[in-house]
């Protein structure tokens, strides 16, 4: 049976409450992975739906992780700022200030984050950023830099893993520069410098945050790495290496009291019992190994990334959230089978603010693919899915739904294709259901909702077999439904 045409009823719930993983030791206990406390569920007259969902996420499992299950953008922030709050640690593991995540505080504030972890506004939160993560320092010293002065204290709070690589200035004018060699077939990266950071670290010359603490072998390193562009960009790329240096002699003095072994801090919260949730950056279509390569990222933000970049095993997490729009959007080149195009494309872009955090880039907007989104649940094993921005589709007669991928001879797929040349000729078969044409942004039960926009999610749920556990109806962190049907 065709993956996305699966039959309805095959949806099953499960709970991402704590587990036991180890005793106090770290040493695996003997029960079966699956024994779990129940998520509270019920709700009376004396528990509102707020105190509910209050206690829901006070339930979920020690270790949660929340990703991203489309082209990225999808409003994994809200849902991390929300659970951030029951959290102990946040962390994020991969990606660098390419990611933007748009976040607002109890008062309505917003905060646009892009190496921050958006658990910074949870006071009483420490924030990792591990070591598969890139940082540039300008960029992470001006975002600390905003956060204090709104009054959000980082120090003491933020620890940058001494194993992160370092991303330089220069390597945004590489990224240019490879762009411009790719002439008609540019992949439409944020010209941030991810890809050449992460080529680096993949050819082993990388450079790394703990390098700082040796002025030689950094000024050594430095050398060799822009050696190294000069040759490759001859003509079109030149660095003060002497000047570099000392600037980053003043920047370690700056980061020096937020470095430390983020992959033994973490692990120590993990030992102590300490609640840890993960944040994902950018999202698995984009994912190096099973996005639409080469139009991705250059890391891994698949739940393998997430071990890899924090040091934390598998068996650890108990919770795997999958957060994806109520339809979608893409940033950058590359094919995108459920696009829309004309005024329909400008209708949802405008309704659902569509313009890239980290680049003010236009996003591409289309329906949802469930083809795709069920290759994100395979490779990720999601327990839950958060469904965000539902309101956007308030405005539309009628809503479509990608439920199937036909090959140019008429053939069904069974899967997401990794061919880019079929994935462009597809044919997409489509499910259309009735929209609700009303506005949805004051809901905050699952009651609340029309009958239709239920039926929607409802349909999103016995595709992809997984529930659909919350929905978002808005910006702010109220504006977050739990279905407690």
């Known amino acids: 049976m065709p993956m996305a045409l699966q039959a309805p009823g095959t949806l099953q719930k499960r709970s991402c409450a704590p587990r036991r993983t180890s005793d106090a030791r770290g040493n695996p206990w003997k029960t079966p992975r699956r024994v779990v406390r129940a998520v509270p569920r019920a709700q009376t007259a004396e528990r509102t739906a707020a105190q509910a969902q209050e206690e829901e996420f006070e339930a979920l499992a020690q270790v949660c992780a929340v990703l991203g299950s489309q082209w990225g953008d999808e409003g994994k922030g809200k849902l991390v700022d929300v659970l951030a709050q029951k959290y102990d640690v946040v962390a994020r593991g991969q990606g660098g200030a390419n990611a933007g995540h748009t976040i607002y505080d109890s008062e309505g504030n917003q905060y646009k984050l ?148 983020s992959v033994h801090v973490i692990n120590q919260a993990f030992r102590e019992g300490k609640r840890i949730l993960v944040e994902g950056a950018n999202a698995t279509m984009l994912d190096l190994d099973f996005g639409t390569y080469p139009y991705v990222t250059s890391s891994n933000p698949s739940i393998g990334g997430v071990c890899t970049g924090l040091g934390l095993s598998p068996n650890k997490f108990g919770c795997i959230i999958g957060v994806a729009k109520a339809y979608t959007t893409r940033v950058g080149e590359g094919p995108y089978p459920t696009e829309l195009f004309g005024e329909m494309a400008e209708r949802v872009r405008e309704e659902g603010g569509e313009y890239g955090t980290t680049t003010g880039r236009p996003r591409r907007c289309g329906w949802l693919d469930v083809v795709a989104l069920n290759y994100a649940c395979t490779i990720n094993g999601f327990t839950h899915l958060n469904i965000t921005k539902l309101d956007v589709l308030s405005v539309l007669d009628e809503i479509k739904l990608g439920v199937a991928y036909k090959a140019p001879n008429g053939d069904v797929l069974s899967a997401f294709p990794s061919d880019l040349t079929l994935l462009e000729e597809v044919e997409v078969v489509y499910e259309t259901l009735p929209g609700w044409k009303s506005d949805i942004s004051k809901c905050r039960t699952w009651s609340d909702l029309p009958a239709t926009a239920q039926a929607y999610v409802r349909r999103i749920e016995e595709l992809t077999g997984v529930e659909c556990r919350w929905i978002g109806v808005g910006p702010g962190r109220e504006a977050l439904i739990t279905k407690d049907e």
């Open 114 to 261: 892009h190496l921050m972890p958006s658990g910074i506004l949870n006071p009483d939160a420490q924030c990792i950023i591990g070591n598969g993560v890139v940082v540039n320092l300008p960029s992470l010293f001006d975002e600390i830099k905003g956060l204090e002065q709104r009054g959000v204290h980082c120090e003491g709070r933020v620890l940058v893993s001494d194993r992160a690589h370092l991303l330089f200035d220069f390597h945004k004018e590489v990224d240019g520069l490879r762009e411009e060699e790719l002439a008609g077939k540019k992949i439409g990266t944020t010209k941030r410098g991810i890809g050449p950071c992460y080529s680096n670290k993949a050819i082993r010359n990388g450079i790394r945050v703990g390098d700082l603490n040796h002025p030689d072998v950094f000024a050594e390193k430095l050398t060799r790495l822009v050696d190294e562009n000069r040759k490759r960009f001859a003509g079109s790329f030149d660095l003060d290496v002497e000047a570099e240096v000392v600037a980053y002699k003043q920047y370690f003095e700056q980061l020096r009291p937020y470095i430390g072994d």
